[in-house]
């Protein structure tokens, strides 16, 4: 029977990673509906995104290829610093830097505390509104290469508000994005690139930990583990090549109505005790 769940948490992760309506509360959120109803957990969060993010690198291939080309040889003198990729490297790193160090400190709090289910339905609401009006009062004008230091690092910022369940790294970051007067294009693509150290860090650092130190409460192994980030890269590439065509012609505020009612619905099965908090 797990291997059916792994499929189907899998498919969630994959279909939920790049939408801005948290991947991590949908997993959270569909483990408690199957056998047994238990939260599949950070660790298991964590290395299914690796297939998502591989997701991410095949799609944006040329894009990362060219930026760590530039970059090196930006190191060297070879390629100016003023130039556009080059500057794109620099801020993907440091904009990586918040939520490695807050992800280190508050582990344990994330392992366990921030997937109360209800701070994932208020996360849910509270980041629906938020996605909501930065989409209908953001200016939206700026391409990704007129990105400058200061909104790198509140991109960054506002990733590591993805550390608690509920937020979504894609949502946040692209809430920002929209806020500071990006296009809904360059939003994403930044995010995207954005999420790539961050996500990868995190995975393999708990894959690390799985492998030293098997959880023996795990409810997950290793082996369903790798079968759910299978199918979540496979789901994840489908999902950001259809994303990046809907948003070229829509808004995001379907996403935006979706998490505030999944919130409240969520708030209501806690209510009625259908739910483990």
Known sequence: MNWIEAIILGLVQGLTEFLPVSSSAHLRVVGEFLPGAVDPGAAFTAITQIGTEL??????????????????????GKVKHSDPDVRMGWLIIIGSIPIGVLGLLFEDYIDTTFRSSWIVATMLIVFGVLLAMADTWGKQFKPIRQLTWRDGILYGLAQALALIPGVSRSGGTITMGLALGYTRQAAARYAFLLAVPAVFASGFYKLA?????????????????????????????????????????????????????????????????LINA
Not at 55 to 76: E, G, M, N, P
Not at 212 to 230: I, K, S
């Open 55 to 76: 997701a991410v690198l095949l799609y944006f291939w040329s894009d990362i290829t060219r930026i760590i080309s530039k970059w090196c040889k930006a190191l060297v």
């Open 209 to 273: 930990q799985s492998l030293t130190e098997p959880d023996p409460a795990a409810t997950y192994g290793m082996a369903e583990t790798f079968l759910a980030t299978g199918v979540a890269f496979i789901v994840g590439y489908a999902v950001i090549a259809w994303l990046m065509r809907f948003i070229s012609n829509n808004s995001f505020n379907v996403f935006a109505w979706y998490r505030i009612l999944l919130g409240v619905a969520l708030y209501i099965l806690l209510g009625l005790g």
